[in-house]
């Protein structure tokens, strides 16, 4: 039988824990939600100052805007403006948006889509028409069985407009 004596103790990591976070924003650590973007603390205006697209799908460039809006107002990156002037404006390039149906039979409502695409984005300060930064190029593809092909094309705009979140906060 064990005694009390024969069960080590386990070792009180709390206060080494609270040390340690109290000590890393000291050394230049912080969360990535907390770091300012390209576009300063959250506390400026954004607008969208276009989506070049050379292709025939109307209805891209409009989920494009939605969805930065959408994530920018979600992570405060900045405040989002839809006209007159603001602080930034942000230019949206499609590179290229490639969509094809596969396997699509007359008893089934959905197909295969293999689609694709790439942006790049360039911030802009709102008053002298700077360029002040410019993204890489971000790209994204995916082959999943969907009902058409705005529906294939959603979780691919998510992601791309997520990342370019991700890399505006990339201020280093």
Same mark, same amino acid.
Request: proline share 5%; glycine share 6%.
């Given at each position: 039988? &064990?005694?009390?004596?024969? #069960?080590?103790?386990?070792?009180?990591?709390?206060?080494?824990?609270? &040390?340690?976070?109290?000590? *890393?924003?000291?050394?230049?650590?912080?969360?990535?939600?907390?770091?300012?973007?390209?576009?300063?603390?959250?506390?400026?205006? &954004?607008?969208?100052?276009?989506?070049?697209?050379?292709?025939?799908?109307? +209805? &891209?460039?409009?989920?494009?805007?939605?969805?930065?809006?959408?994530?920018?107002?979600?992570?405060?990156?900045?405040? +989002?403006?839809?006209?007159?002037?603001?602080?930034?404006?942000?230019?949206?390039?499609?590179?290229?948006?490639?969509?094809?149906?596969? #396997?699509?039979?007359?008893?089934?409502?959905?197909?295969?889509?293999?689609?694709?695409?790439?942006?790049?984005?360039?911030?802009?300060?709102?008053?002298?028409?700077?360029?002040?930064?410019?993204?890489?190029? #971000?790209?994204?593809?995916?082959?999943?069985?969907?009902?058409?092909?705005?529906?294939?094309?959603?979780? #691919? *705009?998510?992601?791309?407009?997520?990342? *370019?979140?991700?890399?505006?906060?990339?201020?280093?």
């Amino acid at each position: 039988m &064990l005694s009390s004596t024969d #069960i080590p103790r386990p070792i009180k990591f709390g206060p080494l824990c609270l &040390l340690l976070l109290l000590l *890393l924003p000291g050394c230049g650590y912080r969360l990535a939600a907390d770091s300012p973007s390209v576009i300063g603390d959250g506390t400026r205006t &954004l607008k969208v100052k276009g989506v070049d697209f050379p292709t025939l799908h109307p +209805w &891209l460039p409009y989920s494009i805007r939605s969805r930065l809006r959408d994530e920018i107002g979600a992570r405060r990156l900045a405040r +989002w403006v839809d006209s007159g002037s603001a602080d930034y404006e942000i230019q949206i390039n499609v590179l290229y948006f490639r969509s094809n149906e596969y #396997i699509r039979t007359e008893q089934d409502t959905t197909a295969m889509y293999n689609t694709s695409m790439a942006i790049q984005a360039i911030v802009y300060d709102g008053s002298t028409n700077k360029e002040i930064w410019r993204s890489k190029t #971000i790209s994204y593809s995916e082959f999943e069985e969907y009902a058409d092909e705005k529906i294939a094309s959603a979780d #691919i *705009l998510t992601q791309i407009i997520r990342e *370019l979140a991700d890399d505006m906060r990339k201020t280093f």
